[in-house]
């Protein structure tokens, strides 16, 4: 039976607790160990995040152990594999002590606050456990097929994209770390790295790129860029300064040569001269298809091709060359390979 471990069991811990108890059922080999979180009056509380609210007052904690000490976890229970769902302040220190003693690691997105902490994470994944990052959405079926239109050149070349998401200002993390843009990064990487990994993974690095934050109620609440290609010009926008009663929104609009497809409420469509198509896609979420594809890497050595470390680290350069880009009011060119 293969052990694991949740480390940081608030909102995304509780919600991939879901899809790992699911997985369990499942497939029969893998069994929830232990639980880490800083406040032990929360470990069985439900909680509410901008994505809704997550329930887990019928799961039935009674063969799994509570701690405070994420090393103590580690070292006392062993577990063949972790989902670290730490503040991502937390993220480095965590995952390299993991790694380090040949324990598998799944950890959230951002990666890390600084590029190089981003490497020494690699490091450690290239001689202990193996590690992979939780850019959910290049698990949504709606984004796989979006790279598929790309790739294939389904409706020709895109031309023009933007990618947008907006929340209310986050309030529900714990001490309000999240707020802190030394331990989040601020909406500028927290909520906008979403946005810079699918435009990294989709069309790669630009030639250029463009960005300018605003830090009116918290430091860097909001993150818009442009970026520049040969053929290609996409804008982001991301906002966590809404009001409180504003719902979270993500959008995305693609200009193909050929057709516009959008993405709204979580829903695709194509539109063409005639009636806009609405493709069918397997309904199942983004964190069921990354916790399943983590677990088969780890458990079953079936490789994961929709996400590698590398590739992160590259939407993490991006990420950071925007904060550059604004706070200096200069656009970051790159060199081409
Ligand atoms: N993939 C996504 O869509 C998505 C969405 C939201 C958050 N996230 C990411 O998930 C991570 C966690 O975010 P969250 O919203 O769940 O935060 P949260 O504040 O709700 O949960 C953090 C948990 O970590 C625990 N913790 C804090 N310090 C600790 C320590 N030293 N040792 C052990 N436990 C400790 C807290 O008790 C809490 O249970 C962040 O990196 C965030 O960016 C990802």
Redesign the pocket.
């Known amino acids: 039976m293969y052990k694991y471990a949740i ?7 509780k919600l991939q607790l879901g899809n790992l108890l699911e997985l369990e059922a499942e497939r029969g080999d893998m069994k929830l160990c232990a639980l ?4 032990p009056n ?1 470990f069985k509380s439900n ?1 509410k ?1 901008n ?1 809704g609210n997550i329930d887990i007052s019928n799961v039935d904690f009674s063969e799994c152990a509570f701690y ?3 090393r103590e976890l580690i070292d006392k229970e062993k577990p063949d594999f972790i989902i670290s ?4 302040y ?2 480095e220190e965590v995952a390299i002590y993991a790694l380090e003693r040949g324990v598998h690691v799944f950890s ?3 990666m890390a606050l600084t590029l190089e902490s981003c490497d020494r994470m690699i490091e450690a994944g290239k001689k202990g456990g193996k590690l992979m990052i ?1 850019h ?1 959405l290049r698990f949504d079926p709606i984004y796989i097929k979006i790279k598929e239109y790309i790739d294939n050149e389904t409706f020709g070349k895109p031309y023009r994209a933007e990618f947008s998401r907006y929340s209310a200002t986050p309030t ?3 001490n309000n ?2 707020l802190d843009p030394e331990k ?1 990064g601020g909406a500028a990487i ?1 909520l906008h790295v ?1 946005d810079v990994d699918l435009v990294n993974w989709l069309f790669g690095t630009p030639d250029c790129l463009r960005s300018v934050s605003t830090s009116k109620k918290t430091k860097r609440e909001s993150m818009f860029t442009q970026y520049f290609y040969e053929d290609l010009f996409v804008t982001t926008s991301a906002d966590w300064s809404m009001c409180a009663s504003f719902p979270f929104e993500a959008r995305t609009i693609i200009n193909f040569e050929h057709a516009t497809v959008t993405v709204l409420d979580g829903k695709l469509i194509v539109h063409r001269d005639g009636e806009p198509i609405v493709p069918i896609l397997s309904g199942v979420s983004c ?1 069921m298809n990354e916790m399943r594809s983590f677990v088969e890497w780890v458990i079953d050595g079936k490789p994961c091709e929709l996400i590698s470390v590398e590739s992160v680290r590259e939407s993490m350069e991006l990420a950071f060359s925007e904060i550059e880009s604004a706070e200096k009011d200069l656009p970051i060119y790159y060199e081409e390979d």
């Not at 480390?7 to 811990?13: E, K, S, V």
């Not at 880490?36 to 406040?39: R, S, V, W």
């Not at 769902?85 to 991502?88: K, S």
């Open positions: 480390i940081g069991f608030g909102g995304l811990g880490c979180g800083a406040d929360s909680v995040i994505i405070q000490d994420y769902t730490l503040p991502t937390l993220h959230e997105k951002p939780g959910a529900w993390t714990w770390w999240i989040s927290d979403h964190y």
